[in-house]
């Protein structure tokens, strides 16, 4: 590239709720401290590669219609160089503490799986120097086990135990770059996990194969020493029909079957729990509920469309009711909010890029903070902690402890003459109180 693909490379600056300049952040001020923590310290936020310098803009009617002079030339290995210095731009643009990619994001594939280890393990090299450069990190990395069509019937739940092995080289040395550059996790991203019909498909073998392979990349997490959290992304339907990784519940009974469920955590998706029939403040729960949240891929999907679509999150009100939840989890540790979006294929220029960071940020930011004023008002949780006061008594509390049996229950109702009666949930009030911080 003879000139810089943005072409003004200032970092971008907080300047407050009245500014109206779209490069400039109106409520993501980064060392504002809430509920004790900085708000650079709550998101923990990370620029992906993949959409944001991979994808083309192209869509099932229509090819590319973003020019990034990075996608088209001779020779693979410079356009990935390349690529890689626009990409630490924007990092440093954005002022943001962490980036995330794919190993077929950030360098070619090659003629066989040593080339193309080889291949990222150059680039690598770069984000190492541009690390230590710039003082970014690594949130996570991840391998591309679906765009192949080597992959085209799975990777770990392939019927071919060759595209299993296969598989398994590209993870462990995506693993080893991710730990070397100092990762905070690595995510394992079911994509093609599934199938199509049943006439063709052993399921029990499917799930088997999943078990050993996850157990695999587990027990070499260990003896290489990585201290980073390993998590699995929730995948619902798309691109195959049945995904053996559907939601959080799907996947908290699959890591228990097959005794993972205290070694990894889930990378929930507002976009894949639409598809799964959820809402986003539904998978997080969930995760904190049984134990496995871990770290967000931010975008937002179209409750009307089948499929990922990918758009940045801008919808303050949805974004508060995940905060809340993520608060109530303890925030992240090694986890963050990642920006797995696409800006729209009609967003040709390079600031559109910057800008549709920028206003996921804020809108983030404004969530932290209706969260904030939420949780210091106590009017909502106040109501829930009184709601099951009765499961703190002791009598709640010897039930859960299994002191008590079913003949006991009956006993107690029938000797005490029990007869409770519905008290209400107040769901409109609650909504009506949750109103006022939004």
């Known amino acids: 590239m003879n000139a810089p693909f943005f072409p003004n490379p200032t970092p971008v600056a907080y300047e407050g709720p009245e500014s109206k300049n779209p490069l400039a952040f109106r409520y993501y001020d980064k060392n504002r401290v809430v509920l004790g923590k900085t708000m650079q310290e709550h998101m923990r936020f990370a620029v992906c590669y993949w959409h944001s310098f991979t994808w083309p803009g192209g869509d099932p009617f229509g090819g590319e219609t973003f020019e990034r002079p990075w996608m088209h030339g001779s020779d693979p290995m410079e356009l990935a160089r390349q690529k890689a210095d626009v990409a630490f731009d924007l990092f440093k643009i954005l002022d943001v503490p962490f980036y995330t990619f794919h190993d077929r ?19 690598a090299e770069i984000f190492a120097r541009k690390q230590e ?8 990395g991840t391998a591309n086990l679906f765009s192949n069509r080597r992959f085209m019937a ?13 598989a398994a080289g590209q993870v462990k040395n995506a693993l080893d770059v991710t730990r070397e550059l100092g990762g905070e996790n690595y995510v394992l991203w079911g994509g093609r996990e599934g199938y199509e ?3 063709n498909t ?17 027990d070499y997490k260990h003896r290489t020493g990585f201290k980073g959290a390993i998590l699995i992304e929730p995948k619902p339907k798309e691109p195959t ?49 049984l134990g496995i949240f871990g770290s967000v891929d931010l975008n937002r999907g179209d409750d009307r469309l089948g499929w990922d679509t990918d758009q940045f999150g801008m919808n303050v009100a949805e974004l508060t009711l995940a905060m809340l939840e993520i608060i109530k989890a303890g925030g992240f540790t090694t986890g963050g909010f990642n920006f797995d979006a696409k800006i729209r294929r009609q967003s040709l220029d390079p600031d559109d890029l910057i800008v549709a960071h920028v206003g996921s940020m804020d809108a983030v930011a404004r969530a932290l903070l209706n969260a904030e004023a939420a949780i210091k008002d106590g009017t909502v949780d106040s109501f829930v902690k009184d709601r099951y006061a009765g499961w703190r008594t002791p009598f709640g509390q010897s039930i859960l402890k299994g002191e008590k049996t079913l003949e006991d229950m009956a006993a107690y109702v029938e000797g005490g003459d029990i007869n409770p009666q519905p008290k209400s949930g107040r769901q409109e009030y609650l909504e009506t109180v949750l109103n006022r911080f939004l």
Not at 105 to 123: F, H, K, M, Q, T
């Open 241 to 289: 029909k049945h995904q053996y990784d559907f939601d959080v519940q799907t996947v908290y009974g699959f890591l228990k079957a097959f005794g993972l469920e205290k070694e990894v955590q889930v990378n929930i998706e507002q976009n894949h729990a639409i598809l799964a029939g959820h809402s986003f403040e539904h998978e997080l729960a969930m995760a904190s509920a």
């Open 202 to 218: 052993n399921l029990k073998s499917e799930i088997e194969q999943a078990g050993r392979f996850l157990s695999m990349v587990v």
């Open 197 to 199: 019909t049943l006439l």
């Open 133 to 140: 450069e710039t003082g970014l990190k690594l949130l996570w």
């Open 154 to 166: 799975g990777a770990a739940t392939n019927p071919d135990p060759d595209v299993f092995a296969y």
């Open 105 to 123: 994001d950030i360098a070619p594939e090659g003629s066989s799986l040593a080339e193309s280890n080889r291949n990222v393990r150059a680039i």
